[in-house]
């Protein structure tokens, strides 16, 4: 049974920092790309970065410079580092996994969300 849990949201003020850490269980991680997405309030779930099985990473045009994608295969952890944070960047995170192979996309592994959001 594959499992993804979040954790490190909370509430911070404009300009601050937040590292947001999603545990995988149930899958053999090294083999699966993972994501990090969001959404908020009346908006749909958009991609914020993501990284592949070999550490390639890629990141939402609104976040690049801002956010860090990380992972940690020995731990099966993947991290989101944010920085400078912005009132626009409140939402729901949500991980992801899912195993990409020969090009094609197999099926989405989704935690439950954790919220994030950024207010004075």
């Known amino acids: 049974q594959v499992q993804l849990v979040e954790s490190g949201g909370g509430l911070v003020q404009p300009g601050g920092s937040l590292r947001l850490s999603c545990a995988a269980s149930?899958?053999?991680?090294?083999?699966?790309?993972m994501g990090w997405y969001r959404q908020a309030p009346g908006k749909q779930r958009e991609l914020v970065a993501d990284i592949t099985r070999g550490g390639t990473t890629n990141y939402a045009d609104s976040v690049k410079g801002r956010f860090t994608i990380s992972r940690d295969n020995a731990k099966n952890t993947v991290y989101l580092q944010m920085n400078s944070l912005k009132p626009e960047d409140t939402a729901v995170y949500y991980c992801n996994a899912v195993e990409i192979a020969a090009g094609v996309r197999g099926y989405d592994y989704w935690g439950q969300g954790t919220q994030v959001t950024v207010s004075s």
């Open positions: 149930g899958v053999i991680f090294s083999r699966y790309a």
